[in-house]
């Protein structure tokens, strides 16, 4: 996905930068880190009964202009714009999950493979809740940590090269993906339709908002806002009403151009409600 006329300007604006960062390693760690700080995982758009677009111009128009945040479609869709801008050479690449209590899921991620100096890096800002802050680099067997967190990439028999995330005393699968497979825009826009149309895609059934912070994360999760400070977390029901879409706007910094009664009832959907 390319895109001359990337708003680069705009997007460094958005993530807090003033300056854009070279096409090297230091660059890609602090672009990773500040988009991840920055700009929110979300899929409320989904639950206002909107479409979601992955053509470049849509994705600058909602999370730049809209001050929006997005699913891995987006958020990596963005970043993706933006590494090709800055000159860094990358690519999608679409991922299995297997952070599914029932079990591996389809290929419905998009994660992005950088190439710098003939090293490979793992970028991903669109994961959520367990997601990466910084790039991981692409060698096997080796945990990297970050922000108090840890990961690793291992390679399975059966589903390629897995990312998992260190929980307790044991590393979780996160997702699975195969670096040496193309991936083409029209795979992600299948993904990205079923995923945000399917009636029983997660994306559907639950409201998901996620920010990641250097000290934790704050997340929603239907009407649950839960912060997780240095390993500690305090949890609470946002009421209905006015005072939801307001709690979005302070905790997530989304500007949300529509009334707590546009959403469609979560009752509907089969998710768990207030």
């Known amino acids: 996905m390319t895109w001359n006329g990337f708003p680069l300007q705009k997007y460094l604006e958005r993530i807090g930068l ?45 999370i730049l202009e809209r001050n929006r945040g997005g699913y891995c479609f987006e958020l990596n869709g963005i970043f993706l714009l933006a590494l090709e801008a800055l000159e860094f050479t990358a690519r999608p690449c679409a991922a299995r999950v297997l952070y599914r209590p029932e ?9 992005i493979i950088v190439t710098i ?38 390679r399975d028999r059966d589903f390629g090269i897995v990312l998992q995330k260190e929980s307790g005393n044991e590393f979780l699968n996160l997702y699975a993906f195969n670096d040496s ?32 912070r250097p000290w934790g994360r704050v997340t929603l999760s239907d009407m649950e806002l839960t912060t997780y400070r240095d390993g500690q977390s305090v949890s609470r029901t946002l009421p209905a009403g006015p005072a939801y879409v307001a709690a979005i706007s302070e905790h997530f910094g989304i500007d949300l151009d529509a009334k707590y009664e546009e959403f469609i009832p979560l009752e509907t959907s089969g998710a768990r409600t207030a």
């Not at 390693?25 to 990773?32: A, D, N, S, T």
């Not at 500040?34 to 929110?40: R, V």
């Not at 479409?51 to 994705?59: A, T």
């Not at 079990?103 to 994660?111: D, I, S």
Request: glycine share 8%; net charge negative.
């Open 117 to 154: 100096d003939g090293r490979n890096w793992l970028a991903d800002v669109g994961f959520g809740g367990p997601g990466l802050r910084l790039p991981l680099r692409m060698v096997q067997d080796q945990i990297q940590e970050q922000y108090g967190e840890r990961y690793r990439l291992k």
């Open 18 to 62: 003033s300056l854009p960062p070279g096409a090297d390693e230091q660059g890609l760690q602090r672009l990773h880190s500040c988009q991840a700080f920055s700009i929110p995982f979300e899929n409320l758009d989904i639950h206002l009964g909107r479409s979601i677009s992955l053509e470049p111009p849509d994705l600058a128009a909602k």
């Open 103 to 111: 079990g591996p899921g389809p290929r419905t991620h998009e994660a």
């Open 181 to 212: 497979e193309l991936t083409l825009a029209v795979d992600l826009e299948m993904a990205n339709h079923y995923t945000s149309t399917w009636p029983s895609s997660v994306f559907r059934l639950h409201r998901m908002c996620s920010l990641a």
